[in-house]
């Protein structure tokens, strides 16, 4: 069942915009879109208030996600635009990726790409899981899933330990895989802290895509990657509670 109300992060560019379009396009698109990102008057922000101006279901939210202010700031206006209603989705898709190596890595990297990937979900999820549990008490007789409430950790095959061996030496990036380890953990911690609340917590492998992040040589295209997630998104049950699937909804070992 489609969500009425979404909110998704780093939707400035890539998948996060894609979420966005593709969303708007479907026969029972949300009520609402909560589209977030750092700066929306940024001149790289066109697209993304273009698709707001000519829908008026997408709100634009500022949010940084290493800003606990920021956070709390684009919280309340969320709250603002609810209405009084719950939020059934949260997709935290906002990450950053730099080339390091068990050699050169260093503690600023780590940090830094902690920070991001890692405690900026955390932060994000604790602000909004009011709404979240909000909706999952607006829809006691559905099952679990994106139709009732759902949080969304977007992470990578990168991040799985079992897989390690066969993509290391492509893609050594130790912080980023490391980050991703870690939002793996946090999402199964999650899952079973909050499933006793009626939502959904599951870690999500985009794909290799055609991203600043995944660059022009990835196999995925960010519309197939997209078609993807969205079908996913609407098949997530409880089968998927606390593991990590990818864009075809196949389960990844962690």
Known sequence: MAPQRILITGCNRGIGLEL?????????????????CRNPNSPQNQKLNE????????????????????????KKEVEKHLHGAGLNVLINNAGIMSDSRPESADSEDF???YNTNVVGPLLITKAFLPFLKKAAKENPDKPLGCGKSALINVSTLLGSIEKT????????????RCSKAALNMLTRCQSLEFQKDGILCTALHPGWVQTDLGGPH???????????????????????AGILVDWEGNIIPW
């Open 20 to 36: 966005v379009h593709q969303l708007l396009q479907q026969p029972n698109p949300p009520k609402q879109i909560f589209a977030t």
């Open 165 to 176: 061996p066969e993509t290391f030496f492509s893609f050594p990036v130790l912080s980023y």
């Open 51 to 74: 698709l707001a101006a000519q829908n008026p279901s997408v709100v634009v939210i500022k949010l940084e996600a290493t800003n606990s202010n920021s956070i709390q700031e684009a």
């Open 218 to 240: 990835a196999p995925l295209t960010v519309d197939q990657s997209v078609k993807g997630i969205i079908k996913v998104l609407g098949n997530l049950s409880e089968n998927h």
């Open 111 to 113: 940090l830094n790409v």
